[in-house]
């Protein structure tokens, strides 16, 4: 699976950036070859999904059991591969750190993504939520009946949500940062939660933009504390990989994914898959992701061929 954090590690937009060469990617699936002397409850050929910690990207991946989950009879490679990031991610943020609740409101940005579509699906398995999203307008058809309230990401989105709740909503979901985060915080009715899980917004070109990172964290408002208590907001941050990989918390992953599992079992969420690609058009796939163009999640197909070349299509372009 491809993910936004794959761009930003390729240009050297995260903390601690590994050393050169490497091979990108958090999250796969396939079928297991080999097992640890150790290893119990999977077998040879046993069809998975699993968490990894880089490396993902690859014919042959190797990763501790703790992060290895069985695919459903019925859930194909590439659906599964679109799976880990996105709805953990997604059922973290509403159901263990903002506590989601019947009749409560959610903004998420880039509603048309990967998580925000995990997130539009989580919403529905409880009642009467409402969904305010904001997306690219050219994806508005797509994805319209997922959300209640969709806005064009460069529209005043504050005035819109506060024209139909003027108290504001309940939860705020920002993968972008920046100018977004004083917005968000603004939107915030009394007990609301604000969940920073992404900073996109600072990957405006090809290459780390020193420029554009420092213009992202100056649009950042200043968070009084003092302002917190007496407004009766909360503000929240979120890293799945962090946890998994840094915090040793793959224990707590593991009844979430149980949870997701039966909810994908009865048929409550699916994974949006955008397309497949080879490996070798991996450049053009980031591409789509740094251009906002993917609804859903992009998938590295490992046997998948490589889409041949019109006469007049360029390799500059994706």
Known sequence: GLNFIDLMVRQGNIDNP???PLVPGFECSGIVEALGDSVKGFEIGDRVMAFVNYNAWAEVVCTPVEFVYKIPDDMSFSEAAAFPMNFVTAYMMLFEVAN????????????GGGVGQAVAQLCSTIPNVTVFGTASSFKHEAIKNSVTHLFDRNADYVQEVKRISTDGVDIVLDCLCGENT????SLLKPLGTYILYGSS?????????????????????????????EENKVIAGFSLLNLLFKQNRSGLIKGV????LNLYNNKKIKPV???????????????????????????????????PLMANDSTETS
């Open 182 to 185: 004083g917005k968000g915080l």
């Open 100 to 111: 989601l609740r019947e009749g409560m409101s959610v903004l998420v940005h880039s509603a």
């Open 273 to 307: 898959v955008d397309s497949l690609w080879a490996l070798e058009e991996v450049k053009e796939a980031m591409q789509r992701i740094h251009d906002r163009g993917n609804i859903g999640k992009l998938i590295l197909d490992v046997e998948k061929a490589p889409t």
């Open 201 to 229: 917004n600072m990957v405006t070109g090809e290459t780390k933009s020193f420029f554009s990172f420092a213009k992202s964290w100056w649009q950042v408002e200043k968070v009084n504390p003092i302002k917190l208590y």
């Open 18 to 20: 590994p050393k050169t």
């Open 257 to 260: 994914m149980d949870k997701l």
